[in-house]
């Protein structure tokens, strides 16, 4: 891990793994969960501050002491909160969010989405300046050109690279971090940006995929979907059920904008689309159904409450094709310490195998 991310973020543990900021479902419980077990947690920061406000008034009652780090007194007693907050730019009001962030100071933002490039640089200087510069900014970005208009325009701590796999929103266009990480790395390689710490997101639910991501070249790793399956995610126990009962991710989920149409979330830029699970809502449109149908089903079918989830239902099931790699529904901290622990020993084994044939 890069010695730079360690200085951002004292108590995390190699393999360095985050937890996506994901809208409705990271809890403050899972994101502090996640930073207590030596990553790096993140809440979703919404559009409306005082809902903000609570969140990260709430992270606070969870017993963050139980760090093995001592560093981490020293950032919570400079006023720092250990875990970190994500922003959808495009519907996201700066004005109104920034004196959240500069109260809690959150470890690290996350930006995500802007329907202006050139925002990122306003989010990304004030966030700075109302936190003293003590939250770490990120970009989470799905291209290699995006990567470096991003790093471009804004003074950025680490970057985000989201491959094609990844679950929830990202971009309709974009490759799996398999071409996405290493390319990415060349480039910042040639543009004197070297340094910037880089993580690797879509598709990583378990230990092996996070030992491929750090071959990439890859920093450290995000997983969302793994994080859905778990005790402390605030979703619908339908919604769990199905992710544990999902395998084949490359056929059984797709991308489209369906998710945002029957949502009536008309506010994405043109540019992204959503990953979930398929089911009857796609089946249908797909045989011809128009949306104002479509959106009638979806409203009735909410009504029914866990029942309704499931390949024969509609509710909107973002997902990542890692979704096969997911058997149960666990506590973050066992999900932490199993992935950590076994992709240590992946990439130890890999090591004493090379230098064995050397
Ligand atoms: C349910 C869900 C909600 C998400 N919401 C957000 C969000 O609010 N902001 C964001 O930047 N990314 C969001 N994402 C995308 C994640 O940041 C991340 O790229 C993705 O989860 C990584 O892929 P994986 O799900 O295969 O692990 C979401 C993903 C999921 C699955």
Redesign the pocket.
């Known amino acids: 891990m890069s010695k730079t991310l360690q200085s951002f973020f004292p108590w995390i543990k190699t393999p360095f793994i985050i937890s ?6 990271s809890t403050s419980r899972l994101a502090v969960n996640v930073s207590r077990a030596g990553g790096l947690g993140f809440v ?1 920061g919404g559009t409306d501050p005082a809902s903000l406000n609570k969140m990260l008034n709430e992270s606070k009652q969870h017993p963050f002491e139980m760090f093995d780090y001592p560093y981490t007194n020293l950032l919570q007693r400079r006023g720092a909160l250990p875990i970190g907050v ?1 922003f ?1 730019l495009f519907n996201s009001n700066l004005e109104l969010l920034a004196p959240i962030i500069a109260s809690h100071k959150p470890a690290a933002v ?1 930006l ?2 802007p329907k202006v490039e050139e925002d990122l640089r306003s989010w990304a200087t004030q966030i700075r300046e109302a936190t003293d510069g003590l939250t770490r900014i990120c970009v ?1 970005v799905g291209s290699v050109a995006e990567a470096e208009r991003s790093l471009a325009l804004a003074e950025l701590d680490f970057l ?1 690279l ?1 491959g094609s ?6 971009r309709r266009q974009s490759a799996s971090i398999i071409s996405l990480v290493p390319e990415v790395k060349d480039r910042l390689a040639v543009t004197q940006k070297a340094g910037v710490p880089v993580l690797a ?5 378990d230990a092996r995929g996070v030992a491929a991501a750090l071959a990439l070249g890859a920093d450290g790793v ?5 994080f ?1 399956a778990s005790e402390e995610a605030g ?1 619908p126990e339908g919604w769990k059920r199905q992710l544990v009962n999902t395998g084949d991710g490359g056929v059984t989920t797709r991308r489209s904008t369906l998710c945002d149409r029957l949502k009536e979330n008309h506010d994405w830029p043109a540019w992204y689309n959503g ?1 979930t699970i398929r089911n009857k809502g796609h089946d249908d449109e797909e045989g011809g159904m128009g949306d104002e149908e479509n959106v009638r089903l979806y409203k009735e079918e909410s009504k029914r409450g866990d029942s309704a989830w499931g390949a024969h239902g509609r509710m909107v099931t ?5 979704v096969g790699l997911l058997h149960s529904v666990e506590p973050v901290e066992s999900i932490m310490e199993k992935t950590i622990r076994e992709s240590r020993h992946m990439l130890e084994m890999s090591y004493r195998q090379a230098i064995a044939r050397l």
Not at 222 to 226: L, W, Y
Request: hydrophobic share 45%; glycine share 26%.
């Open positions: 996506a900021p994901m809208l409705g479902a979703a994500g959808q996350w995500f989405a989470q985000v989201q796999d990844a679950g929830g929103h990202g997101a879509g598709g990583i639910a995000v997983m969302g979907t793994r859905l979703i990953r973002y997902s990542g094709t890692g």
